[in-house]
Structure formats: C-alpha cells, structure tokens
C-alpha cells in the first residue's frame, strides 16, 4: 500500500484536504496539518508496517459506545490492518489531531474521500476529537497525556508475546506538560521496552498560545533522555531527518523522536493568527476570503468555492 | 421566543472578581474555552496560567487558599475532577478550602465524547464529604454562579454553560433553594441543568394532555434541602421523574431516590439522564435526543410513570433551539 | 468462636495467577501490604514493578489488556482510583478492558487516615458504566475474587480485606447473586464488606429482643439485581437499614434507595454509614465505633426504624474481635 | 528557640526517641530517622525561622475531621508558630516521616515528650500517618506526590503578599516517581517562585525496597534543573553541607535540596533488613533484642526495657 507518492506530495494532499475542510467549515484544526503534515505522511506512507485495512473505505455511522450489549463493538482501528503480530500499531495521543489524521487515510488510500465529509455530522463515527470507534483510532486519547502510557503497556505485552511488530505513538509537545507523560517514560525505560516508538509534533503551541508563555516546557530532548528514553530532535518537516532518526539504536530503551515544527509551514498567511492557532476560526468573511486565496496559493490548487 | 444570551460567564465573572485582589483566575490552557479570556487580557495581575498540568494546579490552588486567596478554576469540568481527583480531594475538599470550581461544558453539552463530557461528576461531587455543588440551567444563574459560589465557606463545584444561553429565569441563584417553576398536582418534575429547558418545552403539551405537572428546577444539589423536595412530592398524585444530563447512578435522580426511600414515600420514581451509558460525540440537542435527555424523553418517562399515553410528538413540543456550530459567540472549538 | 484465616488474598491469588501466562500481577510499590510480595518472589515473570506513578500504570494496563493479558492491579484501593481517575475511566472502564482492580484497605480498615481511606469508592464506581465491582467480607470470599474477578468480561472493582480475615461463610462469591444470611420478617438489613460481620454480631441480641432480621450481605454491588432485592423487602413488616463502610452517599445505601424509589416502595430506609464525613486515623474498630459503622450503630438504626427501645449495650453484642495491631499476619506497617 | 545545642545533637536526639518508640512498639519508620534526622534537626534547629508554639505542649486528643460543624476545627500548624508573613512555613510531604518529625518537634521544645507516646493511639491527634490535625502538619500529605504543589501555590499566595517568610517542604525520593512532583517544579519555576525551598530525603529507598528494583529514577538532580528548579546535591548527615546549599543563589527559582542519604547512618544494624527498610518490624523476638543492644550502643543509650 505504499510508496505510490513520495511523503512528500502526501503531505501535500493531507494540507489540502485539512484547508479544504477547514474552508467549508469555516474553522479546523488547519495548523495541525501544517505542522504535523510530513510526520503523519511519514508514519503512514514509509514507515509504519500495516495490513491491509479490515473496515469499509466509506466509515460506517457510529455504532454505539462500548457496553456488555453492545456485542458488536468495535474501534476504528482497522483502518490502519489487521492487530496481527508482525504488523506495528499507531496511537493518535492529541485526538484532536484526529482531522490531520483523518485527511491522512484517505491520502494513503485507507479511507474514502467522503469519510472527511462525516467529520464532526451527528451520527458519523468520524469524530472530531478522535474516538476510539473513528477511523485509525484504537483507543480514546481525548484526555491528552494517557497515550505514551497505553503505547507503553500494549508494546510491553507484544514484546512478551515476541511480537515483531511495533507500537507507535504520536503525541504533541502539550503532553509533556502531564505529569502522566514523565511517568510512561520512566516506565518504558525501567522495563526496557524499546519497541515503543513516539513521534512528537514539536510546534511550540498549545490552546491558549506559545508555550512559552502558557507554561515553560524547556528542553524536552534533555528531559526524554534524562527520564531514560532514547531520544532525537529534527526538522520536522524534513522527511530524510525523520529516516534518519528512526534508525537510532535504542537497546533497552523506547526511542522519542522530536519533530521540531513550524505551525504555520506552508501556510504562512495563518503568522496573521499567532498566538492562537490551536483551532483557526475564520474571525471574519473578508479573513475566511484572504486566507482562502493565499493557502490556495500556497498550496498549489484552487481557493474553496466554500459558498454553497 | 427565549432570549438568547452571549457568553453570559465572561461578563459576569469580570464584574464580580476584577479588583477584587483575594480573587485570583486560574486557568489550565483552555482560557478562551472557559470564557476569561477578555479577562486574563484586561486583568493580567489577577490571572494565573498553570498550563495542562491539572494535577499542579489543584494542589497549589489548595496553597493558594490556605494563603487566603479564593481561586476560581477555570477548565471543562472533566478535566477538574478525573485527571486531578487526588488532589481535590486532598488538597482541596477534605481541607475545605474556598476554591471555585468551574466545571465547562458539563454532560453531554460537548461534542468531544467520552474524555470531554462529565456525565458523573455530581455522583463524585456528591460523595465528597465538603463539597458544595451548583449547576447553571440559564444565563441568569450563569450570571450569578460567581457571586453564588464565592459566598460559600468551602469548596463549591460548579457547572457553568457558556457560549449562546438562554434566559429562563429573572432571579439570581439563592443557595439552598430550589426553583418551583409549575405547581401542579399529578406529577413532579425534577430537573437541573441544560434539562430543565427540556422540561420547560414538554410544558404546553403535557397542560393539554390534561395534565398538572409541578416542576422543580435544581440549582442548589448539595447541600439539599430534602424537607422541601418532600413536601413537593406530598403534593403530586402519581410520582416523580428526574432528568439530568448526567448518569442516572449517583446524581440528582439518586438524591430524589434517596429522599424518597428515607422518607419511606411509596410513590414511584423514574430516573432518566444517561442510563449506565457514556456517550459519544455530537452536537447537544442530537446527543440529548440519543441518549433521552430531551423534552420528549421526559414525556416518554410520563407517561410510563401515569400509563397513559399522550401521543405527543416532536411536532407539539416548543420548538428546539438550534445553535449555529460555528456562531461566535462559541469559543474557539471545544 | 469465628475462625480466623491468615492472609487468604496471597495464597488465593498465587493458586490462581501462577503459571497462567495471560495474568500479570501489577503493583505500585506496595507489594507486601497488598500480600503479593511472595508471589513477586516466586513468579518474578508474572510480576510487574509499576512503581509509585498510578496514572502510568492504569493506562499501562489498558495497553496490557489490549495485548490480551488481564492485569490483576494490586495496591491500596484510595491510590487506584484518587490519583489515577482519569486513566481508570479512559483507558480501562470505557474499552471495557479485563483489568482487576484489586484495592487493599476498603474504607476505615486502615489507620492512614483520609488520604489512606476508599470512603467513596464505590459511589464513585457505580456511576462508571461497564464497570462492576465486588467487595469481600470474609475469608471465603477473598480465596474467591479473583476467580470471580476473572470470570468478568470487562473491568471489575474489587474492595479486598487483607491479613487476618474472619471465615464467615462457606460458598464462593457466585457474582449477581446475593446472600441470605438469616430470612426473617420485620425489618431488613443489607450489609457488605466488613460490616457483615458487624450485622452478624447484633443478631442474637436482636433475635432476643423479639425482632426478626432478615439480613442480605452484598459481595455484587454492580450489576446488582434489584428484583431479588425488592422480593426480600416486599418479606419484611417494618422497612430497610443498610450498614456499609462507605459514605451514605452514593453506595449501597443509595443502591438500595434507587431500588425501592423506582419500584415506588413505601416503607422507611435508614442508610448507616460515614454520613457524608471524612473519617481519622485510628484502629479499626475504634473507627468503627467512631462513625457510627458497628453493631451497635445498626442496634441504633434499628431502633430509630422501628420506632423501639431494645436496650441492648455492647455487653449483649458477640465479642468483637480485637486484633492485633502488631500481629504477623499484618504488613509492614500500612 | 534556637541553637540551645548543635543540630547534631538534635539529629541524635530525634534517633534515640524514634529508636526507642520502635523498640516499644515492636517496629516503626526507624530506618527514616537515620537518613532524614539531620534534615529535620536541621530545619527546626537553625534554618527554619518559626515563631513560638501556639498549642499545648501536650497535644490535645483529635478534635473531629473539618466540617462545617467542626467550627473551632484547626491543623497542627500551630506547633510550628503561628502563620505570621515574616515567618516561615514547614511542610511535612511524605506524611509517613511523621514519627521522625514529631521526635524533632519534642527535641526542640516543640512538643512535651508525652506527644510520641500518643503516637498512632485511639483518638489521638498524633497519627502514624501525619494528618492535618497532627502535631507541625498544615496539610494531608499521605498520598504523595502533592506536597510540592501545595507549597508551589502558599509561596505564590505569600510572595503576591509581599510576605517575607518561605515555604519549605521536605520531600521523600519516592516523590519523584509521582508525575505531579515534575508539574509542581515546572510551575514553580515558570512562576518564579523563589521563595519555595524543598529539601529531599534521597535514601534510594520506597516501600518494596530500592528504587532502582521498583522503578528507577535516575540523576534527579539534573531533571529537577531541566525542569527549571535550582538543585543542589549535598551529603545529608553533613549539616554545613545544608547551611552551604541553602546559600546557593536561585532567583526566579524553587531552591531543591538533594539530601544523598543512608538509610542506616547511625543503625548499621538495619542494613541487615535491607531491601526492606521503609517499615521496620521485628520478625522475632531475637532480632528485636539484638537490634536494641546493637542501636542503644551506637546511640549511646542503654537498652529500651520494652518488656513492660
Ligand atoms: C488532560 C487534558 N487537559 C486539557 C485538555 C484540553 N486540551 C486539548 S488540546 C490541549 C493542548 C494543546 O496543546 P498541544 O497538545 O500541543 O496541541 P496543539 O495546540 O499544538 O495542537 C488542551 C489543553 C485535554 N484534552 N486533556
Ligand atoms: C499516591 C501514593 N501512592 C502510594 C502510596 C503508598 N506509599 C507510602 S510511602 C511510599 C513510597 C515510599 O518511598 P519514599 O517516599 O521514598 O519513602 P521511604 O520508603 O524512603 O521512607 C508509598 C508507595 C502513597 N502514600 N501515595
Ligand atoms: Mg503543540
Ligand atoms: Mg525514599
């Protein structure tokens, strides 16, 4: 399933569904795909090993939450193959990157277009923060901080079991803030499960605006390393730097990767909206209009005919 | 129609605290979300930003307390209870500490799914020896919640509706008592929250249906006054329903229940809210509808309590109100 | 005199867990007061070291039970649900993962005091959907919970006594069910846990005082089958006490009153309990007494429900047990 | 109240009553008094600046939880002074050090000897596990992990009062295996609260024996200072050590002292029960007559006569 497009033009495509959304909704999570674009593209077209997906290209609506009658259940996880012991596994641990995620399916040929148009509709499985039933999701993530934790204890299990796969878990530079986050990290390195992998959208923002000046995080890189992790800082828009860093020997230890990024990479008219870029809401129709034109631009299609 | 207000919260919590310097603003990245956003740009001095790290930011509003200062915490509800549960306990509850808890988006009034919707944080709050707990069902007591909570000597837990509210009542909240919004005599209605609305729009149809509903609307639920519930069930024929956006174990229909069995009153009790569920993602009056917590749940609950039917259908309830998803009055995405 | 069984949980669970290579045996740093510290020794790769970091190790165990292991959690009941709230609901109630909670020192069986106490475990477990939860009141039912447990599709709660534990009953914990433990017609009690016992303590002296007890010990709290129980209170004259080392809100108490509140019952409930109170440190007993959780305190509510003076004192109570504060049995310490 | 003796001979006085409670009571947190007497000795005897008590030399029995129908409710503070701005404040994060503290609260005049014999007794205000109400505790600090925050948010309170006495807090190494513990340090230095101090007791040791078998935390110092804390490491039995640390400049920074300590300084006998130091009982009688001659003898006292 890989490897038709280069990373690179899935990134692409992945920015321009998330514009395109973001356009016709009036609002997205647009600078996730600016940041996170290469890492998503990366995992999905390159690097992760998957199965073929098990659930139908169209999601089906959403089916019910988890309960004893419920019998049926099941996650989105089958968008990403098979659990089978060779295959590796993805958590989306901020789930509400879960459109860049979405928009990532469909890139790679997992989910039909018309998924993205679900996103968010009463009734739909593709849900805005990423549920455990919507597309490429395994577990809820909503509640940011648990992810490396679950990723953790699921890569520990399979290595019991001499799975060969991996368990890989993306996360964004707000989780190091929880406590949590530092106590998954001791973990995974005290019991040396170095078939966890996390690959972490180092944008510098979080809801409120700058970390910095929301709450300090400092040098993350020396904090991994110091709690045990393995540990490697790159441009994390550059694909051959993410190659590179997976290659890492980390024996006896989960390997990190930082994905330094910029959260307006090639969307620079979203600068205008800094330090507020967690969600873009177009403030105005004459934003909405300008901002249309020049991502368009920048991305290399036409603007949105988002009136109808 | 009703009328609509805008982000009652932000305007209300600005006029109560600003200058006020034992007041401080605590906020844990989700400023906008909660509303004080205007705040923290006009108030710097009085606020505090203590990152995504609520477990911190209980403990030291616990400090911040013993130092004399009354914090009001500003986050979803969810995220005031479940990720930092050990230190409300702890650091603010057991040591009555006057810290204001302004839990967003309560229930099922996010479409963020299970990790974002406090459907049982009543029943906690309620088993937590200390606590004091107020529920918004409109912009005025949205409007008053500050004052109302700031007046306790402890810890209130509080849930606030933001964004597009809407006014149903013209009196503040008054701790300790309860809204009597019908007193009729063949059933008593009893809501709180986002459900009272609900209730309030079920109301024409059931008057013509022929039937006599007492309503009472709860914004105080601890502590409770179960002397005056009592009396208002001795005074309706059939029974008793209660609707809440909130699990069915634990909260306001568990506290009637309580009062009921205490009481030894042999009528029944229909408690409707989320039965044992949690929920998924979606717009409110969607989810309210999936999950019964609407007007026409309440109706349906009737008539299982009275055994008639009423054939009363959507058609016949008020009208529902829609909200735009993308007004602005909402705040930036959840 | 009741036997007294040293330490059943250790021996239950190694006959249970060892050489079963999908259970893991989970701990947070404190092995031996939670009894499996002979099992760590001698299943060293059946146990898992998770350290003083809760919140890791619930997520983490969600991630163990979608590899298919079902994780035996092992620490004091307070630090598994306080500290780790958020990752019990997200990572293992909502997926409904095969997680067994197994939380040492329920309630007042410990001296630590309020930070060392489940008071209101399971109010708060009762309004988790998917949950179930257990709790054992003698020998025979901790050799049996972790078969029970096990059996569960999905998480279970389970409230352990540990060290020296009285062998009051004969059969397993057979889960839904409940126990009859004496079928009379006046007045029913419900009881769980340690309290049991307590309840078993007054009998005689109720029984001389002309007063016939129809007593239920609850080891299934969730799911709980209520029709069994509205049989049992539709045998008694006088109406239903329930004694629970637990808050009065939220627990049995309130399960019991949400039972007979729907069903529309109209006989009287007194819930006995920590009444809405954090409790101190001190001796078991002495807790007991203290907050009103011991046979005496149901000789009192039974005299409040029947409106009678029985004149009944400690003296005419079965001796309590007096244990040893320093006895072997014991754990370090805590 | 000060300086009437060295705070070595406070260190040896907090372990001859500790030792004999233990020796009485068949166990207890003995092994706490050899690594964190110094610390505490020190505190009380030198460092801390406390006004003088304002409760009963005699502790009054417990007095019911806080309620409001508990109105003359009120904390053991008061054995640390009164909570006046220019002094400082005490606290006691991992509250099962209480038995050490309450020794030191009787080596300094603070509390009447009768205090320890009240120790974990029915309806008693001194718990073994220190509550609130409990002779010098200010908090409820049995579930650790949160001491640090509490003292994070009275040092902010007090430094936007202008207040000129500090926030202590002794902490326990167990502490940094919470994740709170990192949310805390991060906070404090993002705020800029210097006038938080914290002196850790770093004896290596938790409940299930040493850290490195239950969970392995690795070089604290440098993670406490990559999360932004200025962070000393000293000797803990050498007291210029902690006069020499405290000196330590840290403006715009929470001062962490590391207090590298042996969990038998003074008991080499203990180290026989080692890996499991964190409570000391007696497995017979035998060693609990051997281990009092062996202490009395390295304490310089005679046998505790427990047979009464
Ligand atoms: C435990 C928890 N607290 C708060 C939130 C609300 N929240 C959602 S995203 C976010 C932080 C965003 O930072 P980051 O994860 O880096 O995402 P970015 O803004 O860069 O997209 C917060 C506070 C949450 N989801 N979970
Ligand atoms: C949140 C929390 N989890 C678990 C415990 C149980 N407990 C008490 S002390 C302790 C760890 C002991 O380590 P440390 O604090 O370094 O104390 P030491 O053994 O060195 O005295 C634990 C796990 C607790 N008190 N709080
Ligand atoms: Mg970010
Ligand atoms: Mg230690």
Known sequence: MRNERTTEEVALGI???????????????????????????????????LGAPTLPMIPKPFEGVPSPSNPDYHTGAGYNGPAAPEFDRLFIAPAHYALVAYATLIEVGRMAP??????????????????????????????????????????????????????????????????????????????????LYAIMDVNDQQCDGAMSSVMEVGDIKTKFRNFGAACVEIDGHDVQAMR???????????????????????????????????????KSEDERARMNVSIAADLGVEPVDYSH | MVEMVSRP???????????????????????SSCEVDGFRDRHPDQFLSLGMAEQNMMSFAGGL???????????????????????????????????????????????????????????????????????????????????????IDGPVWCRVL?????????????????????????????????????AMRARSALAKAG??????????????????LLDHIGSVKHGVITLENHVTEGGVGSLVAETMADAGVGKRLIRLGLKDTYAHGGSRAYLMRYYGLDALALVKGIEDLTGQQFGITEDDLDAARVEDVHSLVKAEAL
């Open chain 2, 162 to 198: 933001r964004g597009s509210v809407p006014r149903l009542f013209d009196t503040p909240i008054k701790v300790g008592e309860m809204r009597e919004l019908s007193s009729g005599d063949d059933i008593l209605v009893v809501t709180s929250g986002i459900c009272t609305e609900e």
């Open chain 1, 244 to 282: 590179d860093a997976v290659a890492e020997s980390h024996e006896g230890r989960p390997l990190i990767i930082l994905a330094r990024t910029n959260p307006f990479h090639t969307m620079p008219i979203l600068e205008e909206r800094f330090p507020r870029l967690h969600y873009v809401r177009f």
């Open chain 1, 114 to 195: 018309e998924g993205l148009e679900m996103f968010n509709k009463d009734g739909s499985s593709v849900e805005m923060i990423g549920a455990e039933h919507s597309p490429g999701m395994e577990v809820h993530n909503g509640t940011l901080g648990i992810g490396l934790s679950t990723g953790a204890g699921l890569a520990y299990g399979r290595k019991r079991r001499n799975e060969p796969g991996r368990t890989w878990v993306f996360m964004s530079d707000g989780e190091v803030q929880e406590g949590q986050t530092w106590e998954a990290v001791q973990a995974a390195a005290f019991h040396g499960i170095d078939n």
């Open chain 1, 15 to 49: 920015r321009r569904r998330v514009f395109e959304h973001s356009m016709r909704n009036n609002g997205g999570y647009l600078s996730q795909a600016c940041s996170a674009g290469e890492q998503l593209a990366w995992l999905y077209n390159e690097e992760l090993k």
């Open chain 2, 211 to 228: 039937l006599s509903i007492r309503h009472l609307h709860l914004h105080t639920i601890k502590p409770f006054d179960s002397k005056a």
């Open chain 2, 65 to 151: 307390g013993l130092a004399g200062y009354r914090p009001f915490i500003h986050t979803f509800g969810v995220f005031m209870y479940r990720r930092p549960y050990d230190q409300l306990m702890a650091s603010i509850a057991y040591p009555r500490r006057k810290v204001r808890l302004m839990g967003f988006l309560p229930g099922v009034t996010t479409p963020g799914g299970m990790t974002h919707q406090s459907i049982e944080d009543i029943s906690v709050m309620r088993s937590i020896p200390n606590m004091t707990i107020l529920e918004t069902g409109d912009a005025t007591e949205v409007e008053s919640i500050c004052e109302a909570a700031d007046s």
């Open chain 2, 9 to 31: 919260y932000a305007k209300a919590f600005e006029a109560f605290a600003a200058g006020n310097p034992d007041i401080l603003c605590l906020s844990a990245d989700l400023t």
